[in-house]
């Protein structure tokens, strides 16, 4: 919510909820600010002949907006979503198959795209597939003044002058998909995927806590 | 990395989180070297000298040295040798198609029942259930039930007489409900004398006295996926008292 330097970064309050759907494979909600998206995961289930691959499961991502129909601006989430996805889940182990993710808008306050890749993570997680390391999004726009926010809210994001988002890993955090906006120096593209993966340890620690409480019960 | 898993039996784990190998490099030439042995189950990988996680879930072990990852989760995917109840959706010719609720149909011939030869077909209609075994299951091909042991005898498998109701729970629970000694089972048991079939594809069929008998078992069941053990024994104990 608030700007912040590189030494602590600050995110809007976030939560989690697993499992909340009765019909999908797993299910998971997740709210960053005033953010909030549902997702849903079908899988491994039948394909397609015409989508599917010999050799790996078929990832398909579908966005749905709050109101109307997916458009362009969708269709180039999904596939930051879907490559980001594609390189945490460990496909080649339900060849075959199809894998469907669909994201539903509740509210868009800024930092969506983060706010899918959080939830797709969780919801791949609740649905129980096989992945090789957790990622997470980080989004983080430069004000016209140089500061660097991270998370921002709709009204943030608007008056900046360069708006990122990041998918980091969990296990190196690196960095697995980067998209740009605006204008910005290479030192402060740096900047900012070094604001990023301090935010992620907060983020993945975020997501032990949620895990570790769904699973007390059958501890 | 025995001693390493060790120490997180019964702890969270999420995808990612690896065990090195603690090997500092040294052999000792005078101690006999008795090697280390790990046998990893579900959700649990081996990549190079790392054992790494890729399920999210709880460590269990069980002696002398088996690992898995226990996890909550609602898709089935085919294991050579466990059982599941499936649906017949079609036949052609020899082979049955039947749904499991896995990514793909898997084929159950009409010769894999007890007695049945190319003269004495099984009496099996589309829409019927079956208890069965897999006897292929692998990534790559499709799978393939049957419905006799090694011996030839049904025990226990095959078609499902009428009556009874089918209903799905998580892959969790039914773990538990099978596990050997598990107190769910024996709490259900005193509760309700019922006949109780759980496929290890989270497909649970149960038969009681009564329709309603039936009924109060199957909300039961699909009620106790999300408690604690204590939650669950108020359950039951209300349950006892009358409150159906």
Redesign the interface.
Known sequence: MEACNTSDVTLRAFGCEHNLLSRPDGSASFVQGDTSVYAAVYGPAEVKVSKEIYDRATLEVLIQPKVGLPSVRERSQEQCVRETCEASLLLSLHPRSSLTLVLQVLHDDGSLLSCFLNAACMALMDAGLPMSCLFCGVTCAISADGQIITDPTAAQEKESRALMTFAVDSRERKVLMSTTKGSFSVHELQQCIAVSQKASEKMFQFYRDSVKRRYSKNL | MDSALRERV?Q?L???D?FCCDTDGVISLSDTVRPEKVLCGPGL?RSGDRL?V?????LRHKEPNVFWI??????Y?PVKGETVIGVVAAKSGDVFKVDFG???QASLTYLSFEGATKRNRPNVQVGDLVFAQFIVAN??MEPELTCMDSSGRANGMGVFGGGGLLFRVSL?LVR?LLSPGSELRSDLEKLLPCELVVGMNGRVWTRAADVQKTLVLANLLQSCD???CSQRRQLFSRVRQGAL
């Open positions: 019964g969270v999420l995808p990612g690896e990988r790494l890729c399920k999210s879930g709880v226990d996890s909550q989760q609602w898709r995917v896995g990514s793909e990534k790559d969790g538990r999300t408690m604690s």
